[in-house]
């Protein structure tokens, strides 16, 4: 496995960990996210423990996770990273597509998920759509996992109160939005955005994009 953990950040560029236990995929994804200027691979690694270790030391903006991995899995490093509050984004690359595992890697604290086989455009797109912040849950899985979870167990949401402006970036933030995009819809500033984004993930106790937009739904706060 390689990283560049001695080699400064280069300006500008978008900082990736690749986690995939087979060697020719996952030298096959490296070369092809190299051919993207606004793209730096600082690191690879074949397990979900040395994934771990190398996210933490390098703490890159993004990483791309298998969920097979041998000894501890996909949900299981995404589980630990949100409980080490890692910043680094994750995306989900697998081959599953079932509502289960797209359920479990959500509720861990994905950022998105994408299918192997997807194009390279989707996959580019996808990273850079995570880097400045949006989430890859429409339409990708929100139409099976969140309505998934809303039924599951509703009757358990706890009650929560949104201001009707808290509501409006809340519906933006489910159809993946950035502050930026946020900001130029409803007319503010991406400071004032970030603050309703800070009150809501208070008020719905949760950590991230992809964790609040899950809870919304749970809570019936939204519909999709």
Do not use: W
């Not at 560049?4 to 995929?25: E, F, K, N, S």
């Not at 933490?56 to 949100?82: N, W």
């Not at 809501?200 to 519909?223: M, P, Q, S, Y």
């Amino acid at each position: 496995m390689t990283n560049d953990a001695d080699h400064p950040p280069r300006q500008g560029r978008i900082r990736i960990v690749v986690v995939d236990d087979h060697p020719v995929v996952r030298e096959g994804l490296v070369a092809m996210l190299q051919t993207q200027a606004d793209f730096e691979v600082v690191g690879e690694a074949g397990s979900g423990a040395e994934g771990l270790t190398l996210i933490e030391r390098l703490s890159p903006a993004v990483v791309l996770l298998d969920l097979e991995l041998p000894g501890l899995d996909g949900v299981g490093v995404l589980k630990q990273l949100r409980e080490r509050r890692v910043s680094s984004r994750v995306i989900v690359f697998t081959v599953f597509d079932t509502d289960e595992r797209i359920i479990s890697a959500v509720e861990a604290g994905a950022a998105g998920y994408l299918l192997k086989g997807a194009p390279r455009s989707e996959l580019f797109a996808a990273i850079r759509v995570v880097e400045r912040g949006g989430s890859l849950l429409q339409p990708l899985v929100a139409s099976t996992v969140l309505r998934h979870v809303a039924r599951r167990d509703r009757d358990d949401a706890p009650g929560v109160s949104l201001t009707p402006r808290e509501q409006e970036v809340l519906g933006l933030l489910v159809r993946g939005k950035g502050n930026k995009e946020i900001a130029a819809a409803l007319g503010v500033t991406e400071r004032t955005v970030k603050f309703h984004v800070s009150a809501i993930f208070a008020k719905l106790g949760v950590a991230n994009r992809t964790e609040a937009v899950t809870r919304a739904v749970h809570a019936g706060l939204v519909k999709l």
